[in-house]
Nanobody, 126 residues
Framework: QVQLVESGGGSVQSGGSLRLSCTTSRYIASINCLAWFRQTPGKEREGVAGFRYDGITTYADSVKGRFTLSRDNAKNTLYLQMNSLKPEDTAMYYC????????????????????WGQGTQVTVSS
């Protein structure tokens, strides 16, 4: 069992930055796949960024060049640095962990992830 706790959401203006954190209850370097997803009301949840245990990352096209993942093993925390935020980035952001499909480059198959956090809200105003 792995518990995930997200934090760092908030309200910013367009062009601003936020850093989301996902802290795990298990040693984070032992977790195969980690990812951030986001969802807005009335829309399906979508993958934003994925992190493989060996440090390989992937990003959705909509956030490439603006969002960056990093991991702090000592703090069991995955960070999502979000820069140049846009109003369309407004969503509830969820951290997910587990699975193994990231080994095949499939980071955003939601059914593969065993554990999910409660979410943290990001609101970007124009």
């Amino acid at each position: 069992q792995v518990q995930l706790v997200e934090s760092g959401g908030g309200s910013v203006q367009s062009g601003g930055s936020l850093r989301l954190s996902c802290t795990t209850s298990r040693y984070i370097a032992s977790i195969n796949c980690l990812a951030w997803f986001r969802q807005t009301p009335g829309k399906e949840r979508e993958g934003v960024a994925g992190f493989r245990y060996d440090g390989i990352t992937t990003y959705a096209d909509s956030v490439k060049g603006r969002f960056t993942l990093s991991r702090d093993n000592a703090k069991n925390t995955l960070y999502l640095q979000m820069n140049s935020l846009k109003p369309e980035d407004t969503a509830m952001y969820y951290c997910a962990a587990g699975g193994s499909r990231c080994y095949r480059g499939d980071y955003f198959r939601q059914s593969d992830y065993n554990y999910w956090g409660q979410g943290t809200q990001v609101t970007v105003s124009s």
